[in-house]
């Protein structure tokens, strides 16, 4: 049994994605090839955005969804204390301050509330996170645009295909959606590869600049921009692998509905998650963490950690947030654990992983 078997999922496509590996080589189109600007407008349909820019990385997604808002330097943007450290650097690599909120107490996605206490006339960006596949309250959050006059954000590089409890699908509705596009997500490529959605043409045109040195035309560089282009195999890869999303998504929240049935332990705590939730991770929360993880390994039950760390508790960030406290974020750090959750996940295996949690005490 494997945490996350990515050859398996990919098996039925693995004839006609080398077919088409070996055609870009013929044809030597490995920069802003005919594929990147397939999947660009493939993956904006299937998001209900306007378009969709492909860059290097989920991290560069962000950093040039915050450039391409023209902020003045210094200007706030809140996101969660609960989030990966990419979230965080590339608001910093802006040179844009990142202001923390702490998580609900029972979820794993930022409070409305703990929102609303951080907005001040500094506060220029709302950077909401659809961690573990779960997403935001999109459209309340969107509502706090006109309220404030801010820019909404989605970090959406776990939420492939996910709604809000309103139907909303991420990557539709918010000012510029980010996702990366890492080979362990949802939907993943063969090495690094990310992508922004925008209803905005303004903001199309300009992150397509930036994503490809501050140029729309070879040598004539408008800005100063970044080297970040989405790899034309990588996006003959991930044409291929969009197809099977709604699928191995749906498997997904089969598992995930197992496990919400079927785990009955007083020692596991189970986190609320949305409807709309594509579960990149199905996480739970131990307070006997280590003897919890020793007992998996001896039972020979993969499980991962994300996140160990509180992005106020990196080391790389303490001195920013300096006696800041986020007793939610905290503890989803410290207890979380994530359970097996591939797609192609076994019955047999299921049943092996609830019986196993089930004996632990």
């Not at 498997?251 to 596991?268: E, L």
């Amino acid at each position: 049994m494997k945490f996350l078997d990515i050859n398996n999922q990919d098996k039925n496509l693995n004839k006609k994605i080398i077919s088409d590996i070996k055609k870009i080589i013929n044809n030597c189109d490995f920069i802003n090839g005919q594929k990147v600007n397939e999947f660009e407008i493939k993956f904006a349909k299937y998001c209900g955005s306007k378009f969709a820019i492909g860059c290097g990385n989920g991290t560069d997604a962000i950093l040039l969804a915050l450039k391409a808002l023209n902020l003045k330097e210094g200007s706030e943007v809140i996101l969660p204390a609960m989030t990966y450290c990419s979230t965080a650097f590339s608001v910093i690599n802006a040179g844009l301050k990142p202001v923390l909120a702490d998580i609900s107490s029972k979820s794993s996605i930022v409070s409305y509330e703990n929102i609303i206490k951080k907005i001040n006339k500094n506060t220029k960006v709302i950077l909401m996170v659809h961690l573990y596949g779960q997403s935001c309250d999109i459209k309340k959050l969107n509502e706090l645009k006109k309220k404030y006059k801010l820019f909404i954000i989605e970090d959406a590089s776990q939420a492939h295909g996910a709604y809000d409890n309103n139907g909303i699908k991420v990557g539709s509705y918010s000012d510029i959606s980010c996702f990366s596009l890492y080979p362990g997500k949802n939907l993943g490529a063969y090495g690094d590869a990310g992508i922004v959605t925008t209803n905005r043409q303004s903001i199309f045109n300009k992150i397509k600049k930036l994503r490809n040195l501050g140029s729309s035309k070879k040598y004539h560089h408008d800005i100063v921009g970044f080297n970040s282009r989405l790899d034309t195999l990588q996006a003959s890869i991930l044409i291929h692998k969009l197809k099977n999303l709604d699928k191995n998504n749906n498997k997904r929240k089969v598992i995930a509905n197992f496990y919400n049935k079927k785990i009955n332990n007083d020692k596991i705590q189970k986190i609320n998650y949305s409807t709309g939730c594509v579960f990149h991770q199905y996480v739970v929360i131990v307070k006997d963490i280590y003897n919890f993880m020793n007992y998996l390994k001896i039972k020979k039950i993969p499980f991962g950690r994300h996140y160990p760390f509180a992005i106020h508790q990196l080391t790389s960030l303490k001195h920013i947030f300096k006696n800041q406290k986020y007793p939610n974020s905290e503890k989803l750090a410290k207890y979380g654990v994530s359970l097996p959750i591939d797609p192609y996940l076994t019955k047999k295996n299921l049943i092996k992983i609830v019986n196993t949690i089930n004996k632990f005490k």
